[in-house]
Each structure stands twice: as structure tokens, then as C-alpha cells.
């Protein structure tokens, strides 16, 4: 069943704030990216991970959570958003769940953080 955004303001101000401290911490390593990262033949698999995660990654996953977050916001986007239209009632129920859904997906990375409720996780 799914939830009116307006029943799930917490969550998302709760993602919106993660995505903002993920944001600051990507934008402020950005410029310090390239002065450990000389070559990849010879970097460790965790070096090779952090470079794969590279700032410019984190801007634009951010960017991708914002938009959801703004269509979930704003069903009447959801069907704009997929560009596919049916004037179906199942089909529109179906399509607020499946964001909701999503929404709560978004969630799970910040599981560990003190303001992460565990009704999120649903």
C-alpha cells in the first residue's frame, strides 16, 4: 500500500539532508582527487574503489536522489517522469507504491545513522 509523501515528510528530509553532507564531502574532495591517484596499474583494489566512487560519481548519484525525491514529491511527475501514460487508476496506485518503494530503497545506505527509523526499512 502506498503512503502519501506527506505522511513521509521525516524521510525525506532525512534523505535530503544525507544527500546534502554526501554533496559537501564530494564537491570538498574533488579538487584532492588527483593528487593521490597517479596509476591505476599499480593502486591496490581499495585504491581502485575509491577512484571508482570518485567525486564527480557521488555529484552526480546525488543529483539522480534529488530527482526522485522531487517526482515522489510530486506524483503527477511519476508519469511524466516514465513517459508513459495510462489512464488507469491501478495503474497510478501502482506507480505512487513503486516510488514510495524506491524511496524507502534510497534509505537503506544511511541505515547506520542515529536519525534512521527503523519503519523506513518497510
Known sequence: ???????????????????????????DARDDVESWWQDPAQDSPAELHIVRHSPERVLREVEAARRVLDMWQ??????E??????SSADY???????????????????????????????
Open 74 to 79: 510530486d506524483p503527477d511527475t511519476i508519469e
Open 1 to 27: 500500500m502506498s503512503v502519501a509523501p506527506s505522511e513521509n515528510s521525516d524521510l525525506v528530509a532525512f534523505l535530503r539532508a544525507r544527500l546534502d553532507e554526501d554533496e559537501k564531502a564530494a564537491a
Open 92 to 122: 497510478q496506485i501502482a506507480s505512487a507504491d513503486t516510488v514510495d518503494r524506491i524511496v524507502r530503497v534510497m534509505a537503506l545506505p544511511y541505515a547506520a545513522h542515529p536519525d534512521f527509523r527503523p519503519e523506513w526499512t518497510a
Open 81 to 86: 517522469s516514465i513517459n508513459y501514460a495510462v
